[in-house]
């Protein structure tokens, strides 16, 4: 089955760790988005992608990185300079960019501090 | 000021009952218009688009648009306890840009 899977499904990070949030889509989709929720917000878009090799920050890119060196894979990398990192993390992907009424998400990941 | 702002609610209802769900946006040159439902810990699903002012129906679901007044509507009638959930609206000016959610309680 095509989809969206985002790995670990719970991550606690310690203080000064870098942790990296895993997004691996199989839907040969060329653009990958990283959200973030915290609770009772929306979404807040980190980073998306539109091609591969191509990223770009979105509204609260500070403290996070990511890199897209593959179609399928979209990481997203939470630095030790992202003091409150404590949310829910959503990657999706569409067929192309702004195409989105065909936006999948996967399932997310809670990531929480120690 | 919000680009797109909802009320978080809790928005109770009785059972059959219509819900009402509100979304205003201030980017007026936005597009696309649509509504999202988020069960607790789950991701966002897509349950009505709308492009046009008009309505545009679905099943129970019925999205309102009015561009001039800026705002987005969903109603849900003959409300069911299954849809208890957050509903997001989420505009398109540029990236998609999404409003606080409203949380909606279906009492039975």
């Known amino acids: 089955d095509g989809g969206i899977t985002q790995s670990p499904k719970y991550l606690f990070r310690k203080e000064g760790q870098n942790v990296t949030l895993s997004c691996e889509q199989n839907?040969?989709?060329?653009?990958m988005y990283w959200y973030r929720q915290d609770p009772g917000q929306g979404l807040r878009l980190i980073y998306y992608s539109q091609i591969v090799n191509d990223f770009q920050k979105g509204d609260i890119a500070e403290g996070y990185s990511v890199s897209r060196e593959k179609k399928e894979s979209f990481p997203l990398t939470v630095t030790s300079a992202q003091k409150n990192p404590t949310a829910f993390y959503l990657c999706a992907s569409s067929i192309s960019p702004g195409q989105w009424e065909k936006l999948f998400f996967g399932s997310g990941t809670q990531l929480s501090v120690l | 000021q919000k680009e797109v702002e909802q009320n978080s609610g809790p928005l109770s209802v009785p059972e059959g009952a219509i819900a009402s769900l509100n979304c205003t946006y201030s980017?007026?040159?936005?597009?696309?218009f649509f509504w999202y439902r988020q069960y607790s810990g789950k991701s966002p699903e897509l349950i009505m688009s709308?492009?046009?002012?008009g309505d545009k129906e679905d099943g129970r679901f019925t999205a309102q648009l009015n561009k001039a007044s800026q705002y987005v509507s969903l109603l849900i009638r003959d409300s069911q306890p299954s849809d208890s959930a957050t509903y997001l609206c989420?505009?398109?000016?540029?990236?998609?840009?999404f409003g606080t959610g409203t949380r909606l309680q279906v009492t039975l």
């Open positions: 709308i492009y046009s002012n």
């Open positions: 989420a505009v398109n000016p540029n990236q998609l840009t």
């Open positions: 980017d007026r040159g936005s597009q696309s």
């Open positions: 839907l040969n989709h060329d653009a």
